[in-house]
């Protein structure tokens, strides 16, 4: 079985950073692309970023691309996304996912998903 633990949230102002990480356990990391998704209250739960197995594949959301960069780590099993230039739209339960070496935008697309961690970026 294989588990995620995302960390690294808060409360910030906008224009301000985060990074967030998420703790995979197992040692077949490397073997799964991984994915960052959002869901902001009474909204649908949405894609922000995705990293291959290699890390030579890293799509990106439209409303994300050129301030959140996603990396992994696969010595310490761990991906991040770094969050600069942060917005009130921002706003919203991160989560972390784990899918196929070479991952997509849906969410139906990954297999084992972290519990989140809030972000609440305030004007």
């Known amino acids: 079985q294989v588990q995620l633990v995302e960390s690294g949230g808060g409360l910030v102002q906008a224009g301000d950073s985060l990074r967030l990480s998420c703790a995979v356990s197992g040692r077949t990391f490397r073997s799964y692309g991984m994915g960052w998704f959002r869901q902001a209250p009474g909204k649908e739960r949405e894609f922000v970023a995705a990293?291959?197995?290699?890390?030579?594949?890293?799509p990106y959301a439209d409303s994300v691309k050129g301030r959140f960069t996603i990396s992994r780590d696969n010595a310490k099993n761990t991906v991040y996304l770094q969050m600069n230039s942060l917005k009130p739209e921002d706003t919203a339960v991160y989560y972390c996912a784990a899918g196929p070496s070479l991952p997509g935008t849906s969410q139906y697309d990954y297999y084992y998903w972290g519990l989140g961690t809030q972000v609440t970026v305030s004007s």
């Open positions: 990293i291959s197995g290699s890390g030579g594949s890293t």
